[in-house]
């Protein structure tokens, strides 16, 4: 008997990006694998209902291959805890009248979930999480006080997930470290890029210049520590300066980032180019000479993985799960070591062989992240979680 799975993507109808984009991918992973099988014969083990919130009119993940339900509750509202509970229990007590000696499962993508209604002291359904990063409570200024307030949720969720998917062992340790979660129930899968970044395809050429360019990506705020790569292009010499352009919403860190380019006389060097679409981030990737990624605390830190699949040399941190996750493909630097970054940019920019060792590297450590993998081990747990 199939294992009935709720996908909670009620997020997609508010925010395109981060989150979205891993239910979008763990879902297509899904959908291949329900497609080719593995396993020989068997049937694929769990039946699938999406559920979107009621303004999702554009349908995001609609499929013939899945179910889909609506919710009323929108995600992070102050009541979802009980209201996304009853909305749950009454659809999958429509979706399976009489159903009986299966557990179904609710996938909840985004950090906490809502708490099981319980029947005759049994919980009627098993909950899957995924903690993507502690990053609210790890660095607890990057965040408002209301996303504080709701993601304060993970302190119940760690102790009553019947499984909790982490992207890194950094942030399964995090979780270890920083809640009550049972080390048994934790499972490690790690994210991959998009398909869409490829190292074949069009490389970003400006029409006012061919110079070289460093890369950055991700949104501008402390977290991300990209003043430190704008004070090791500061600290270079005039003439060995490349241009930087810097993808990403500005944040916390911008105007801070700003006044540091103003009173180091970079503003014909620095590019802000804001958001951009995944084309283009990855027309930007094959064009860099490198890819500078200089995180204070990440969860996977996908650009690593994106650019690595463009063919990109990459310079990261030593924090957090950067350099799990980067393995022996990049050059590694302290956050805070100036000196360390401008050395590692000169060094790739200025080495043709040092930076076509690190594009052969790199490709081979983005080859073994893969979302079909990804779809397959998070099945495993659905399974696990159905049993528990």
């Known amino acids: 008997m199939t294992v009935p799975v709720v ?23 899904m959908a291949s694998l329900r497609d080719h099988p593995s396993r020989g014969d068997d049937p694929f083990p769990i039946d699938v209902t999406v559920l979107s919130s009621r303004r999702d009119s554009e349908h995001l993940l609609s499929d013939a291959w899945a179910r889909s339900a609506t919710a009323w509750t929108p995600p992070h509202h102050r009541l979802e805890r009980v209201a996304l509970s009853v ?33 005759f002291g049994a919980r009627q359904w098993a909950t899957v999480v995924t903690v993507h990063d502690l990053s609210f409570l790890r660095v607890p200024d990057t965040h408002s006080v209301e996303s504080r307030r709701y993601y304060s949720g993970i302190y119940r969720t760690a102790r009553t997930a019947e499984r909790i998917i982490c992207p890194s062992q950094v942030t399964a340790d995090d979780l270890l470290d920083m809640t009550d979660a049972d080390p048994e129930r934790i499972r490690v899968i790690h994210e991959a890029p998009d398909p869409r970044y490829v190292a074949s395809g069009p490389a970003y050429r400006s ?9 950055t990506v991700g949104s501008i705020e402390k977290r991300k520590n990209v003043k430190i790569l704008i004070e090791a292009v500061a600290a270079m010499r005039p003439a060995d300066r490349p241009d930087v352009k810097i993808v990403g919403a500005p944040g916390s860190a911008y105007e801070d980032c700003v006044k540091l380019i103003d009173r180091n006389h970079l503003t014909d060097r620095v590019e802000f180019l804001g958001r951009v679409s995944t084309e283009m981030i990855a027309s930007l990737y094959r064009g860099a000479s490198a890819m500078v990624y200089p995180s204070l605390y990440e969860g996977f830190g996908l650009p690593v993985v994106e650019a690595m699949a463009c063919g990109v040399p990459v310079i990261t941190s030593t924090s957090s799960c950067l ?30 062989d040092l930076s076509a060792a690190m594009r052969a ?28």
């Open 87 to 119: 909305e749950v229990a009454l659809m999958l007590g429509r979706a399976m009248p009489g159903r009986t000696g299966v557990r179904p499962v609710l996938h909840s993508p985004d950090h906490v979930c809502p708490e099981p209604l319980s029947l």
């Open 7 to 29: 996908l909670d993507a009620r997020i997609m109808a508010y925010n395109r990006t981060g989150i979205s984009r891993y239910i979008r991918h763990l879902y297509e992973g």
């Open 207 to 215: 029409n006012e210049s061919r110079k070289p360019y460093i890369l």
């Open 323 to 352: 350099p799990e996750v980067a393995g022996d493909a990049a050059i590694l630097v302290g956050p805070e070591d100036v000196d360390g970054l401008r050395d590692a940019i000169l060094r790739v920019i200025g080495d043709p």
């Open 361 to 388: 590297r790199g490709l081979r450590r983005a080859a073994s992240f893969s979302w079909n993998r990804a779809a397959v081990e998070s099945v495993a747990v659905f399974l696990e979680a159905s049993r528990a």
